[in-house]
């Protein structure tokens, strides 16, 4: 079955700097590929996603980048804010398969003011 | 508003005991799906379901089953619990893309119910 891998597992920025969070697949059949934010004590959210027919999509700060030919994806976060400090999750999904993501590990963004 | 709610925020049991989580959606979704979450793993899939009485295994469904009776509710079963299966447990529930298939789209997740087994 389908497997996520993401990088790094914590990762700690400025105020101000861009963070990079990279995930890989395994399986050339996902097409979906959402990206969620969890911030501590609440559920995760969905922040922004990217279908495989398209390669770069862009929501203010936030950007993903797909490769389907080397099998992964990237969030972008630009001008990062003490807000944006939460766990983040990758996560892969392909048609007929019951809606299921299949989720990377997490990655714990901490923007230092 | 979505709402995916989870019957219980926190909750104790003890080992051997038989655990029923609930979760229930408000949006006519399809397709459900229960989650564990543990540090440094991320979400791993249990078990889901894409339609009433439909189920399938996640990617460890070992000690746990599911019952989807109504379209709106699914719930997680620890037959026995264990102290291996104190987790978070998250619900989530998406719509099904009508004249695609089972196809794929925005999860919405419960507010998660901390089980603790002792």
């Known amino acids: 079955g389908e497997n996520v891998e993401q990088h790094p597992s914590t990762l700690s920025v400025q105020e101000g700097d861009s963070a990079v969070i990279k995930c890989t697949y395994s399986?050339?059949?996902?097409?979906?590929f959402p990206w969620y934010k969890q911030e501590l004590g609440k559920r995760p959210q969905l922040i922004i996603d990217i279908r495989s027919n398209v390669g770069e999509k862009k929501d203010q700060r936030i950007a993903v980048t797909l490769n389907k030919t080397a099998k992964h994806f990237s969030l972008h976060i630009t001008e990062t804010q003490p807000e944006d400090s939460a766990v983040y999750f990758c996560?892969?999904?392909?048609?007929?398969?019951?809606?299921?993501?299949?989720f990377g590990q997490g990655t714990e963004l901490s923007v230092k003011p | 508003d979505v709402k995916v709610t989870q019957s219980s925020r926190y909750l104790v049991k003890r080992t051997g005991e038989k655990v029923f989580l609930e979760c229930v959606q408000d949006?006519?979704?399809?397709?459900m799906f229960w989650y564990r979450q543990d540090p440094g793993l991320g979400l791993r899939l249990i078990y889901f379901?894409?339609?009433?009485?439909?189920?399938e295994k996640g990617d460890i469904p070992e000690g746990y089953s599911v019952s989807r009776e109504k379209k709106e509710r699914f719930s997680l079963i620890l037959e026995s619990a264990s102290t291996n299966q104190t987790s978070m447990y998250l619900c989530?529930?998406?719509?099904?893309?009508?004249?695609?298939?089972?196809?794929?789209?925005?999860?919405?997740f419960g507010q998660g119910t901390r089980l603790t087994v002792v």
């Open positions: 989530a529930s998406s719509f099904k893309v009508r004249g695609s298939g089972r196809g794929n789209t925005e999860a919405f």
């Open positions: 399986d050339s059949a996902s097409n979906y």
């Open positions: 379901s894409y339609d009433v009485k439909m189920k």
């Open positions: 996560a892969a999904s392909m048609n007929n398969q019951g809606g299921k993501l299949i």
């Open positions: 949006m006519d979704h399809e397709n």
